[in-house]
């Protein structure tokens, strides 16, 4: 039986401004991606997003993004790779101490935001960001956005990685995603959502904006926890898989 992991961005709550609907986010997906503090995220709101999955069974990861609270992580800057490298040791530290305390651990890691996309672009960066989280923990798990320079980079690193796909994100045809800025980037409807990621994983491709099919390995799929729309968008994308046949859980740990 095909199997898939479903992963959501989450704990980008901050003080008393809330975002997204994460409780019943942890209801619906497999993985999830925690922020850390840089782009969105506070150590109450890391502290309380660890616990609940962690009591629901769901793999924690961080998800560390640009030092850019004010731009939600979504707006590209010019920086250092070795700059790079220390956000992503400090942000994954932090999400370690959480999550220890929470009596669980951190599985995996994944980039967002304009981190995320400028390395899908430059497997230099995405060497950059994943070789410091591997110094800090040599066992964690690379989510990476499939048939990208992320996938490059985890390959060439040799560890052990997550290959990914969007269900609310329009693809280009060199499988990075459309820019937020073109109004038909994210997907806003649960049924195109649901039909498309079955389709996508049944034929293990991703389908670009003009039809062109990528074949890429895809372990895991991503959901934004900021859309409006996340948790409809959740429960149908889940729901197409099952039907289809598709078991979702965690993903394993493979290179």
């Given at each position: 039986?095909?199997?898939?992991?479903?992963?959501?961005?989450?704990?980008?709550s901050f003080?008393?401004w809330?975002m997204?609907?994460?409780a019943?986010?942890?209801?619906i997906?497999?993985?999830?991606?925690?922020?850390?503090?840089?782009?969105?995220?506070?150590?109450?709101?890391?502290a309380?997003?660890?616990?609940?999955?962690?009591?629901?069974?769901?793999?924690?990861?961080?998800?560390?993004?640009?030092?850019?609270?004010?731009?939600?992580?979504?707006?590209?800057?010019?920086?250092?790779?070795e700059?790079?490298?220390?956000?992503?040791r400090?942000?994954?530290?932090?999400?370690?101490?959480?999550?220890?305390?929470?009596?669980?651990?951190?599985?995996?890691?994944?980039?967002?935001?304009?981190?995320?996309?400028?390395?899908?672009?430059?497997?230099?960066?995405?060497?950059?960001c994943?070789?410091?989280?591997?110094?800090?923990?040599?066992?964690?798990?690379?989510?990476?956005?499939?048939?990208?320079?992320?996938?490059r980079?985890?390959?060439?690193?040799?560890?052990?990685?997550?290959?990914?796909?969007?269900?609310?994100r329009?693809?280009?045809?060199?499988?990075?995603?459309?820019?937020?800025?073109?109004?038909?980037?994210?997907i806003?409807d649960?049924?195109?959502?649901a039909?498309?990621i079955?389709?996508m994983?049944?034929?293990?491709?991703?389908?670009?904006d003009?039809?062109?099919?990528?074949?890429?390995?895809?372990?895991?799929?991503?959901?934004?926890?900021?859309?409006?729309?996340?948790?409809a968008?959740?429960?149908?994308?889940r729901?197409?898989l099952?039907?289809?046949g598709?078991?979702?859980?965690?993903f394993?740990?493979?290179?």
């Amino acid at each position: 039986m095909t199997t898939v992991d479903l992963n959501a961005d989450m704990g980008e709550s901050f003080g008393p401004w809330p975002m997204g609907n994460d409780a019943a986010l942890l209801d619906i997906v497999t993985s999830a991606n925690i922020a850390c503090g840089f782009h969105a995220g506070d150590p109450d709101t890391m502290a309380q997003t660890m616990a609940r999955a962690a009591r629901g069974g769901v793999g924690i990861g961080a998800h560390p993004g640009l030092l850019d609270l004010q731009g939600f992580g979504r707006r590209r800057m010019t920086v250092p790779h070795e700059t790079l490298a220390n956000w992503t040791r400090y942000q994954l530290g932090a999400a370690q101490t959480m999550a220890k305390a929470a009596g669980a651990q951190v599985r995996h890691l994944k980039l967002h935001g304009a981190l995320g996309n400028m390395t899908s672009e430059d497997a230099e960066m995405a060497m950059a960001c994943y070789a410091a989280a591997l110094d800090v923990d040599p066992d964690i798990v690379i989510v990476a956005m499939a048939a990208t320079a992320q996938e490059r980079a985890v390959r060439d690193l040799g560890c052990a990685y997550a290959a990914e796909i969007f269900a609310d994100r329009a693809y280009n045809d060199d499988a990075t995603l459309v820019d937020r800025s073109q109004p038909h980037a994210v997907i806003h409807d649960p049924d195109h959502a649901a039909r498309r990621i079955a389709e996508m994983v049944s034929e293990g491709a991703i389908v670009t904006d003009t039809g062109k099919r990528i074949p890429t390995r895809i372990d895991t799929i991503c959901m934004h926890g900021d859309n409006a729309d996340a948790v409809a968008l959740s429960r149908a994308v889940r729901s197409g898989l099952e039907t289809a046949g598709i078991e979702v859980r965690r993903f394993a740990a493979r290179r």
